[in-house]
């Protein structure tokens, strides 16, 4: 009983607070826009930290952060465990998401992930790779660094899945130095452990999923930082981003079980 009152206020509490945070980057986007476009950037990143850091006390989200975070302009690739991956490292840096078209069509996230200038790109279009390729170019600037899962989908956290290198072309052309990062969950409720309850992966519907995770009272997230890698080669920068994010890793659950 007292899980599912936490879970519905959580829920509601959320659901304002990201309506909210959506209105006011639309509203800055417009004002600033008009007014001072310099100071768009800069209103949007105060913006989505405050949503991020009130989000984290709201789904009771512990975070701790190990190493450096890259300032913009910065190119960062992380492991991909759940749809909340976002709110460590929105917290943590000033940057925007690479997803998966899909997400662009889902209702009100879909609208305020736009809004909040997350990049979207349709894997199942292998032309839309260059498009997105110059969009990253575009979009690197001193406010703004940009954030890839070249995982390309999330999963229960045995191990980092193998990297797609196919959108690592633009700072592998410039010879640009890349960040990355290892996340990593764990949950205080031991009926729903992270691997279950908090990654998300496979066939799970994301409501359902969403509910019993915000049922847990605390959740704990480890963020860890690596050294920046540079390569001219997308393929050999991918080899070593990947070999590092998995040193980072600390494993969610045994591949044994």
Excluded at 37 to 42: L, T
Excluded at 169 to 180: D, G, I, L, Q, R
Aim: a positive charge; aromatic letters at 12%.
């Amino acid at each position: 009983m007292i899980e599912n009152v936490r879970a519905f206020l959580r829920l509601i509490v959320f659901f304002l607070l990201t309506f909210g945070t959506v209105i006011s980057v639309a509203a800055g986007n417009i004002l600033f826009g008009f007014l001072k476009p310099s100071m768009v950037a800069k209103w949007k990143n105060r913006i989505i930290t405050l949503w991020a850091s009130l989000t984290a006390k709201i789904l009771g989200l512990t975070i701790t952060s190990e190493g450096s975070s890259p300032k913009p302009p910065f190119f960062l690739v992380s492991n991909h465990l759940s749809y909340i991956d976002i709110v460590p490292l929105w917290y943590l840096l000033d940057g925007t998401f690479i997803a998966k078209s899909e997400v662009a069509s889902w209702p009100f996230f879909g609208w305020g992930t736009r809004t909040l200038g997350v990049l979207f790109i349709n894997r199942k279009l292998q032309g839309d790779v260059r498009r997105m390729n110059n969009r990253i170019a575009e979009t690197i600037t001193d406010s703004k660094g940009i954030i890839l899962f070249p995982e390309g989908t999330s999963s229960k956290g045995e191990k980092v899945l193998p990297f797609n290198s196919s959108l690592l072309h633009y700072p592998a052309k410039k010879e640009m130095p890349v960040s990355c990062v290892a996340i990593s969950y764990r949950s205080s409720d031991v009926d729903r452990p992270a691997w279950s309850h908090v990654c998300w992966w496979g066939d799970m519907a994301f409501l359902p999923h969403f509910w019993e995770l915000l049922k847990i009272k605390q959740i704990n997230i480890t963020v860890r930082f690596g050294d920046k890698l540079t390569a001219n080669d997308r393929k050999e920068l991918s080899k070593q981003l990947h070999e590092q994010v998995s040193q980072l890793f600390i494993p969610i659950v045994d591949p044994q079980n």
